[in-house]
């Protein structure tokens, strides 16, 4: 199985800055996209960012140059940078690794974290 497990989030004022972290761990052979979503109380979950294995990001428009995302292959981690925080950035962020397992080599699926909770408030 593949655990993924989130840490970094927390309270801070507006304008402050945040760095998510997110581990993938067990038995994979490989991981492909990693990323994060957010829900927000009372909205749906929304994708946030998202990197390939090569690089390749992808960035909402309502963080883009404000939120960095990052990844260290070789930890099998992705990062979140958060700066210049907002009140509407306030929800539980979710990481997500999609992977393929020892098991099941050829097929891919998204395994989530638990979340971890950012909350900016003055």
């Known amino acids: 199985q593949v655990q993924v497990v989130e840490s970094g989030g927390g309270l801070v004022q507006p304008g402050g800055s945040l760095r998510l972290s997110c581990v993938a761990s067990?038995?994979?052979?490989?991981?492909?996209?990693m990323g994060w979503h957010r829900q927000a109380p009372g909205k749906q979950r929304e994708l946030v960012a998202a990197?390939?294995?090569?690089?390749?990001?992808n960035v909402v428009d309502s963080v883009n140059g404000r939120f960095t995302i990052s990844r260290d292959n070789a930890k099998n981690t992705v990062y979140l940078q958060m700066n210049s925080l907002k009140l509407e950035d306030t929800a539980v962020y979710y990481c997500f690794a999609e992977a393929s397992t020892t098991a099941t080599p050829l097929r891919s699926r998204d395994y989530w974290g638990q979340g971890t909770q950012v909350t900016v408030s003055s």
């Open positions: 067990g038995s994979m052979s490989s991981i492909y996209a």
């Open positions: 990197i390939t294995s090569g690089g390749r990001t």
